[in-house]
């Protein structure tokens, strides 16, 4: 079986958490990005750390990631065509992870001959309920796998939203992006302030968001310094996959 050839993994610094009252069920990597060819395989390690004082008793499973009307849901394995979750293989299908303990689980994944499918999340379901606080519940966590087959990619950004600042809140900024393309992307940015004269006031960052095809999303940022009154320029940019969108809008400060 060929092997998927991992040209770029990216793992978020923050593991994925589901949290209980005197605790946290922690996976790690909370995000795989993945790049190779249909018929191609991954095999990759996920962490889960019971940092509970209740044992923490599951069953693993892999799900699809699919875009309707713009937003992900989940599709369990074998629903769509050209899933990739069904092609899971985890060397483990359930466990018990200890109060205090960490369990290495693997997942052997494939991508289909012809998919539109872009990603997966292997899932741990809680199968016993732990106590958070006074409710019993059951804790379901999960690690997002994300496949690019190709080079098409694009990103349709729109208009700049600009909300002024207020005595109560700093000034926003926002547009709404589309992910137009084949891949998933990972969208990341700054907003820069300008005054009348075109001089640089300052700038705020853009936290990164991820976007999986036909995904719409609103990117924010809040300038945190004050300003004064007057007429600003804001520029908005955002990299991603080495290409750039830059939309501009305005901003009085009464």
């Known amino acids: 079986m060929k092997r998927l050839l991992i040209i770029f993994l990216f793992t978020v ?3 994925a958490q589901a949290k209980v009252h005197d605790g946290a069920l922690t996976l790690s990597p909370a995000v795989i990005t993945l790049r190779g060819a249909s018929g191609q395989s991954t095999t990759q390690v996920v962490r889960l750390t019971n940092g509970t ?23 369990k394995a074998g629903q769509i065509a050209g899933s990739i979750a069904t092609t899971a293989a985890f060397s483990q299908r359930s466990g018990v992870v200890h109060a ?20 997966v999340v292997v899932l741990f379901r809680g199968t016993r309920k732990l106590m958070n606080g006074p409710l019993p519940v059951l804790a ?15 990103l349709d950004a729109g208009a700049v939203a600009v909300t002024p600042p207020s005595s109560s809140a700093n000034a926003s900024i926002s547009n709404v ?24 006031v300052g700038r705020a960052p853009i936290e990164p968001r991820r976007l999986l095809p036909s ?6 940022a809040e300038y945190p310094s004050d300003l004064a009154p007057g007429r600003y320029a804001v520029l908005l940019t955002l990299g991603y996959e080495g290409k750039t969108v830059v939309q501009r809008g305005d901003l009085v400060v009464p």
């Open 215 to 220: 995904e719409r999303a609103v990117i924010r």
């Open 140 to 154: 379901n966590i999960g690690t997002l796998l994300t496949f690019a087959i190709s080079d098409d990619v694009s």
């Open 177 to 200: 992006c589309i992910n137009n393309g084949r891949e998933p992307v990972v969208a990341r940015g700054v907003v820069a302030i300008l005054d009348s004269r075109g001089t640089l």
């Open 53 to 75: 004082s209740q044992d923490f008793a599951f069953d693993v499973t892999a799900e699809d990631v699919i875009v309707r009307d713009g937003k992900r849901v989940m599709s």
């Open 100 to 119: 205090g303990d960490t369990m290495a689980m693997t997942v052997t994944l494939t991508l289909p001959p012809s998919t539109d499918c872009r990603a």
């Open 13 to 15: 610094a923050a593991s």
